[in-house]
């Protein structure tokens, strides 16, 4: 799963437009010109598609919490330069303020089971003994379910 296909999928569930992406990405001191957003949002397929880089992905969803949870005051926190699917994961779960259970619920609307346990092993710290990486499929199937919850079939 790309980042560019992320900042997709985040787009079309909450409904996002031009306007208010470069308005999360400012609100997490990244500049970003509306040409280049455009660029990162084309379809896998199209030769125009610009990779979109961890540091930018991490800008975005950095945003993203400021907009869902409002913006904290003095310095904005750092944006990682590497991501891993689990941060994503712990970023999104952040920025919607949910809990376990709600975040089991999301997977299981789309079809997919995880027990509690196997959960938490994601936000775990790596190297710890029970830390687990988050794969693609499990990473899919959240934003699968949250397209569901937040968008769903009109």
Same mark, same amino acid.
């Given at each position: 799963?790309?980042?560019?296909?992320? /900042?997709?999928?985040?787009?079309?569930?909450?409904?996002?437009?031009?306007?208010?992406?470069?308005?999360?990405?400012?609100?997490?001191?990244?500049?970003?010109?509306?040409? /280049?957003?455009?660029?990162?949002?084309?379809?896998?397929?199209?030769?125009?598609?610009?990779?979109?880089?961890?540091?930018?992905?991490?800008?975005?969803?950095?945003?993203?919490?400021?907009?869902?949870?409002?913006?904290?005051?003095? %310095? *904005?926190?750092?944006?990682?330069?590497?991501?891993?699917?689990?941060?994503?994961?712990?970023?999104?779960?952040?920025?919607?303020?949910? *809990?376990a259970e709600e975040v089991l619920e999301i997977?299981?609307? %789309?079809?997919?089971?995880?027990?509690?346990?196997?959960?938490? %092993?994601?936000?775990?710290?790596?190297?710890?003994?029970?830390?687990?990486?988050?794969?693609? *499929?499990?990473?899919?199937?959240?934003?699968?379910?949250? *397209?569901?919850?937040?968008?769903? %079939?009109?």
């Amino acid at each position: 799963m790309t980042n560019n296909d992320i /900042l997709r999928r985040l787009r079309y569930t909450f409904d996002l437009d031009d306007n208010k992406m470069l308005a999360i990405f400012a609100s997490a001191d990244k500049t970003v010109e509306p040409e /280049l957003l455009k660029t990162w949002l084309k379809k896998e397929e199209d030769p125009e598609l610009v990779a979109l880089e961890d540091v930018d992905l991490a800008h975005f969803l950095n945003g993203f919490i400021n907009e869902k949870r409002g913006k904290k005051e003095g %310095a *904005q926190p750092e944006a990682e330069t590497k991501l891993t699917h689990n941060i994503i994961f712990m970023k999104l779960k952040i920025a919607l303020s949910l *809990q376990a259970e709600e975040v089991l619920e999301i997977l299981a609307l %789309a079809d997919f089971r995880l027990s509690k346990h196997e959960l938490s %092993a994601f936000f775990r710290k790596p190297g710890h003994k029970h830390y687990r990486e988050c794969k693609d *499929q499990i990473l899919r199937n959240f934003l699968k379910g949250l *397209q569901l919850k937040y968008r769903p %079939a009109e």
